[in-house]
């Protein structure tokens, strides 16, 4: 058995950054469990590396009237493990240094999740022969047997058998836990450490030149520039699938710095969509929705498109109410076919969304104008009784023409598509329908005065995978993280940290973000401000940058 | 996926963030009439960490959150914090707190009259928590002799025994037990509707007023104290009403007789509906609504129920599912009430056209268990031990074993 590692270590601690010296961490040291001279494993049955088991088998949805059940919730537990080893010792003394060493490790393990003050994680460090590298995996406890007499002082007994059971993460790391999420990178890229980096190139900061995957181009709106493929403006940055191997989501760890104008936003947005599907006809990217602009709308009672260079498409829709002050349609997007800039077919924007639209009333009094949006599909150009309606906003009397600034994003709610199931198939038996139509109706009312509503935009934020919401508090200048991966929780990943590297911040939804393997990925953001008259600008040139640790079931193929 | 606890400030003290932790064995309950009601977790924290919250937690603001960062999926007060070590249980709670404090009594002097103390407050209390009262009830007496005196000090005594949260302690015979995690008890916003005491003295208003109007007086930030609640702008926006929809189909006589939380003469007042005294009408409810992302605030409800089917539950399914009306499936955790729901595998055929139809029910109560994925629905023919108690009903049916006590006319 032991034939098939090339190393399995019981690790302490994190390992130096290349050439580190002046530092407060411990570093890491570690027991070898292949050395003949101290523990090995033992031949006969010494470790069969598991796979995690579903929590309780799953969480099935069971009825006694009802055929079969279905799976509702599938979680991974703990992988719990034995391995046995073979302590050898020129003399007792040595053999019981040994022993009391393993000991000391098992306690560490699991004081590192009891105790405050045991920050330094025990993990095991595994490489199998032939693989690429080795893999790592948190350790929780560490419950040790001895088979043999312990205080036997024949020679015989010098070689006694232990058994560890092992209670560990689900899922193989590749770096170390808390090990800065650069290392990975670094070795994406063929770099060694010493030789082609050291600590002073591994900085996490948004402005850093390494990371695995940096966009310096992310806006706080959408702009199309005729057709779905080419765009001056864009709220995501995509990571293809080749930059996240593994078999489990990845953890990440992200930076995001200026989106919104760093200056003025509060609250940040962020949202995974995954998956490519490939259609019929021209249509061969994957498109996840992002956002609804004035671009090939039609506006409807009392509304006109105007130039707006601050509006997200530099265009907006004004309402004025002149004839209709009642909630009714004011513009309309159909998304159906395979032709025109912004129309796209229903199955390619399949997901589970937050909606939210950029406003903002001119003229007239607070709180006289609402708006909402009601999505539908199917509906050949004409309204559907498939449709849902989204929660009713209060417009925000702001700013002036033509200031990216001056607007205001409010959140709607949520919506599936497609409404009713996870695709829409065609009834023509093409399977997945590439040309199932939906539509979008932006509708607005005003209860008195004279106000005019101007609106700039919708956009969605997909939540199906993974969704979070950071509270920057308007903090100038300063990148934000949020990380999963550990690194800042110095091993620990059980709570995402969210702040400045300083400074804690607020995060709601998902413990940070992950991304799916060997899938590309797209992390959408949107940044506001709640505060009553700040804006929520049209922003443009926002940074995000990311990391990740990629995880494996079982033997890293990477 | 995890359901989350985001902590805050005691909202008197503020709208801080404070921590986040991962919430075990989470389960909710929201309220057609109220809103959030309670929730519970357990959450793994060290000894430390542990007597922190112990000390420290009761009456600050909670949110839970899972997959939607906009939207917790319930929100509202820490009230009773329990720790489990080895034997030993630890327990701190709101419910007993109070620091505002009067007695009430019945005195023959020339006729048997009922009399109230004076309140005694303590303030340093109620600029940590808001304003918690309790009124206790001390008898009659025949004694013809002074005995506001002897009342005063009993709520004087009362206030200095609970002006705090207090601790409490209970070791198990036998050992063992129960280890590390803490339990939070949580309970909604709308509930600290039934801290304060409507309208408790004489010198209040009287009069009819339409229902809407009486509510909106209840939430003025102006007019007669007592009428209107105390904790001004403490634990939602009161001085918004526009989520207040103008019912003048049903009067409310405004009532200056003591006893009544302001929770209670908010029942009294939606119990009616808009029904008149010819003719009944809809149910109406009321509560305390959910922060809203664009404003930062909670507002107050009080409108008709909703009486169309909006949720379809199917006996195949188990209780695994509740879908919408296309068919999606609605997560369990964002299952709300005051809605219809239809049972569409059930009484296949059914055409009771002189009968209420058995299938389809309007949804007072959700009751969610995140560890099972499940929800727990309840309509008026509510089985549970509050359904039971009638705890959620202003007017308690008489004769039933949990009612009102039977009155006596002479």
Same mark, same amino acid.
């Given at each position: 058995m032991a034939t098939n590692f090339a190393k399995l270590n019981l690790c302490y601690g994190i390992p130096l950054a290349p050439l580190l010296t002046a530092t407060l961490e411990k570093g890491k040291e570690w027991i070898d469990l292949l050395n003949l001279s101290g523990f090995v494993l033992d031949a006969d049955s010494g470790w069969i590396p598991q796979i995690a088991p579903l929590k309780q088998g799953g969480l099935y949805a069971d009825s006694p009237i009802a055929d079969g059940a279905t799976l509702i919730a599938g979680q991974v537990d703990n992988v719990e493990e034995t391995i046995t080893l073979i302590s050898s010792g020129a003399t007792l003394s040595t053999r019981t240094a040994l022993m009391s060493q393993l000991h000391n490790y098992a306690r560490l393990a699991r004081e590192y999740w009891t105790l405050f003050s045991q920050i330094d994680p025990i993990y095991l460090e595994w490489e199998a022969l032939g693989a690429p590298g080795a893999q790592y995996a948190l350790i929780y406890s560490i419950d040790i047997a001895e088979q043999d007499d312990p205080f036997s002082n024949t020679s015989a007994s010098l070689a006694s058998r232990i058994v560890l059971t092992i209670k560990r993460e689900p899922y193989w790391r590749g770096i170390p836990p808390g090990s800065n999420p650069l290392v990975w990178t670094f070795y994406t890229r063929g770099e060694e450490p010493v030789t082609d980096y050291t600590f002073n190139n591994m900085s996490l900061a948004a402005a850093a030149t390494t990371h695995l995957v940096k966009d310096t181009a992310v806006d706080n709106a959408v702009r199309y520039t005729g057709t779905v493929t080419a765009f001056t403006r864009k709220n995501w940055i995509d990571i293809p699938a080749n930059f996240i191997p593994g078999d489990a989501p990845a953890l990440v760890c992200l930076t995001v710095d200026d989106l919104g104008g760093n200056v003025t936003a509060d609250s940040v947005w962020l949202g995974v969509s995954v998956g490519e599907i490939t259609g019929e006809g021209t249509l061969s990217e994957r498109k996840r929705f992002a956002s609804v602009t004035v671009q090939d709308s039609d506006p409807e009672t009392d509304a006109v498109i105007t130039v707006d260079t601050g509006a997200a498409s530099g265009n907006r829709i004004d309402t004025s109410f002149a004839t209709t002050i009642t909630m009714v349609t004011r513009a309309r997007w159909l998304g159906g076919g395979s032709s025109g800039a912004t129309n796209i077919p229903l199955n390619l924007n399949a997901g589970i969304y937050a909606i939210f639209a950029r406003t903002r009333q001119t003229g007239?009094?607070?709180?006289t104008i609402t708006f909402r949006v009601r999505i539908s599909q199917d509906t050949n150009g004409r309204p559907s009784l498939t449709s849902v309606i989204s929660n009713t906003a209060t417009a925000e009397i702001l700013g002036t023409t033509g200031a990216s600034a001056a607007w205001n994003i409010d959140y709607l709610g949520t919506v599936q598509i497609p409404l009713d199931r996870n695709a829409a198939v065609d009834v023509n038996g093409r399977g997945i329908n590439s040309n199932g139509e939906w539509q979008v109706e932006f509708q607005a009312a005003r209860s008195s005065g004279a106000g005019v509503l101007y609106f700039s935009d919708l956009i969605f934020i997909p939540f199906d995978r993974a969704m979070c919401q950071y509270l920057a508090g308007g903090v100038t200048g300063n990148a934000l993280f949020i990380d999963n991966t550990g690194y800042f929780g110095h091993g620990r990943n059980d709570v995402a940290y969210c702040g400045d590297g300083a400074n804690p911040r607020e995060l709601r939804g998902s413990n940070g973000l992950v991304l799916w393997p060997k899938q590309d990925n797209r992390i959408y953001a949107i940044a506001t401000n709640a505060t009553a008259g700040q804006s929520d600008a049209v922003a443009t040139g926002g940074t995000i940058a990311l990391n990740i640790v990629p995880r494996w079931s079982g033997v890293r193929d990477v | 996926m995890i359901t989350w606890l985001n902590l805050y400030q005691k909202p008197r003290l503020g709208n801080g963030y404070l921590f986040r932790y991962p919430a075990y064995r989470y389960k909710h309950k929201i309220s057609a009439m109220g809103g959030f009601d309670t929730a519970s977790c357990e959450l793994a924290l060290n000894l430390a960490q542990a007597e922190a919250v112990l000390e420290q937690w009761i009456g600050n603001r909670v949110a839970f959150y899972m997959d939607n960062a906009v939207e917790p999926i319930w929100e509202g007060l820490v009230s009773r914090i329990t720790y489990t070590f080895g034997a030993a249980e630890f327990t701190s709670s709101l419910d007993q707190l109070a620091n505002k404090t009067r007695v009430i009594f019945s005195q023959r002097n020339v006729a048997l009259t009922t009399q109230i103390t004076t309140a005694v407050e303590d303030t340093a209390s109620q600029a940590i928590y808001g304003i918690k009262e309790f009124t206790f009830d001390s008898g009659a007496t025949d004694n013809t002799n002074v005995d506001v005196t002897n009342k005063t000090a009993k709520a004087r005594m009362e206030l200095a025994l609970r002006a705090y949260p207090r601790a409490s302690t209970r070791i198990r015979s036998g050992g063992g037990g129960g280890m590390g995690l803490v339990r939070i008890e949580c309970v909604g916003i709308y509930k600290t509707l039934e801290w304060e005491t409507y309208s408790i003295n004489a010198a209040g208003p009287t009069g009819v007023v339409g229902a809407s109007t009486a509510i909106t007086r209840i939430l003025s930030t102006s007019g007669a104290i007592g009428e209107r609640i105390r904790n001004q702008a403490t634990f939602f926006d009161n001085a918004d009403v526009t989520q207040v929809v103008t019912n003048a189909a049903t009067n409310w006589p405004i009532d200056?007789? !003591?006893?009544?939380?302001v929770w209670q003469a908010i029942q009294s007042i939606t119990e009616p509906g808009d029904s008149t005294s010819a003719a009944a009408g809809v149910r109406w409810v009321a509560g305390v609504m959910p922060t809203d992302p664009n404003l930062g605030t909670r507002r107050f409800y009080y409108r008709p129920a909703v009486s169309t089917i909006g949720y379809i539950v199917r006996l195949r399914d188990g209780t695994g599912y509740v879908r919408n009306t296309l068919g999606a499936v609605v997560p369990p955790q964002w299952v709300r009430p005051d809605i219809g729901v239809r049972m =569409? $595998?059930?009484? =296949? !055929?059914?055409?009771?056209?002189? =009968? $209420? $139809?058995?299938r389809e029910f309007y949804l007072n109560t959700v009751e969610y268990d995140a560890d099972k994925q499940s929800v727990s629905m309840s309509s008026e023919d509510d089985i549970s031990i509050e359904g039971a108690f009638q705890l959620a009903k202003f007017s308690k049916a008489q004769g039933t074993r949990f009612g009102s006590p039977t009155r006596q006319t002479i």
């Open positions: 007239g009094a607070v709180n | 200056n007789a !003591g006893g009544k939380t =569409v $595998d059930a009484l =296949v !055929g059914w055409f009771g056209n002189t =009968v $209420d $139809d058995p």
